[in-house]
């Protein structure tokens, strides 16, 4: 369910039931062949397909965030991180007074942070926050090791058919050192076409197994949020379904 799709009696009803809802932080930058939207493409699937099993209301998404370093790739938008800190607790307050407590924020972009306020919020038992991003968890370093890969900025991990507007090479990237950008060399200049290293692109077998993986994640960490559930009620494991 997206607000996109709703009126605000239907939120209303929505919340006689349910006091979850999902955030969605993305970026507009760089990502090398792939869409310049792909932090915010990649956690909207994720909220999309999540939702169908869960039922979790979808907010809009925040389709910029704290992208500096790519600042001198044409087409990237940035905000500075005060901005964005500013802007989501705004988001979440304006939800609370609604009656929303529980908040899972799937963030696609390394460089949003998630603001002390609503860390603060948490701490307190005011509302509960689940600051989530795919590819810290776990499930996804599992994956990795799996195919004896890492994911990295615009390599295969990010290469989804729903993010490409371009083909990839085929070729390996060597990894880039980071730490060559500074004053006098640009990450434009360090970085080239943008990926960070790695492969391109993988089988979209690979790629879809990855994010079924990531999905069930997503799902079990919001029905351990869910009003109705006791304290010590199980999560379902998702390979049962």
Known sequence: MRLQDLNWMDVERYLDEDDRIMLIMGSTEQHAYLSLMTDTLMVSHIATAAA???????????????SEMFIGFPGTITISRATFEMVLVE????????????????????????????HDLH???????????????????????????EIDHANWGENFPFNRVAESPSREKETI????????????????????????????????????????????????QRPDRQPDEAVDDPEDE
């Open 52 to 66: 169908k099993r869960e039922s979790v209301l979808i907010a809009p998404p925040l389709n910029f965030g704290v």
């Open 91 to 118: 988001i979440v307050e304006s939800l609370m007074h609604q009656g929303f407590t529980h908040f899972f924020i799937l963030n696609g972009h390394g460089g949003n942070q998630e603001p002390p306020r609503l």
């Open 123 to 149: 701490m307190d038992g005011v509302i509960e926050v689940q600051w989530y991003e795919w590819w810290n968890t776990e499930a996804v370093r599992a994956f990795e090791d799996e195919q004896g890969l």
């Open 177 to 224: 050192n980071l730490s060559l950008i500074d004053s006098s060399n640009s990450a434009r200049d360090v970085l080239g076409d943008g990926n960070f290293g790695g492969h391109y692109q993988l089988d979209d077998a690979v790629m879809m197994a990855l994010f079924d993986t990531i999905v069930d994640d997503v799902v079990a960490q919001l029905r351990a």
